[in-house]
């Protein structure tokens, strides 16, 4: 096995045990195997995501999402309770990204259920995205 596919299956396996500590679900490393594309993680009972892992000394999002966490825990008296959330985009290519720590995700994921009603109706109401 080269180094790199020994790192990669650290990391995936380093992934996986995180979303299981996380999230408290069972997660599944997938071999890439003759060429077929597929997930790096898969989590088991639960469709719908395609988890891809990336493991690098350092990694430029990071870095935001590193002030937001800082920014959050900024209050007059103390953290200020609210989810650090970075939405990012290439200049001129792709849509809008969003980072969050895992960590984070479960509370992420209540909040857009507690605003869903909300949420959809400012789609509804919003004009059409100009074409990029």
């Not at 984070?104 to 109401?125: E, V």
């Amino acid at each position: 096995m080269t180094n790199s596919k020994r790192k990669g299956k650290c990391g995936e396996l380093e992934a996986a045990h995180a979303i299981e500590d996380a999230w408290g679900l069972k997660v599944r490393r997938t071999a890439q195997v003759d060429g077929k594309l597929s997930a790096d993680l898969l989590i088991e009972g639960r469709p719908g995501l395609h988890l891809e892992v990336k493991r690098r000394k350092r990694i430029a999002s990071m870095q935001f999402l590193y002030q937001a966490v800082a920014d959050a825990a900024k209050g007059p008296s103390g953290p200020t309770g609210l989810i650090p959330v970075v939405i990012s985009r290439e200049d001129g290519r792709g849509g809008w990204a969003v980072t969050i720590a895992l960590d984070d995700a479960i509370d992420f994921a209540t909040w857009i259920k507690a605003n869903t009603n909300t949420l959809i109706g400012m789609q509804l109401k919003a004009p059409a995205a100009a074409p990029q």
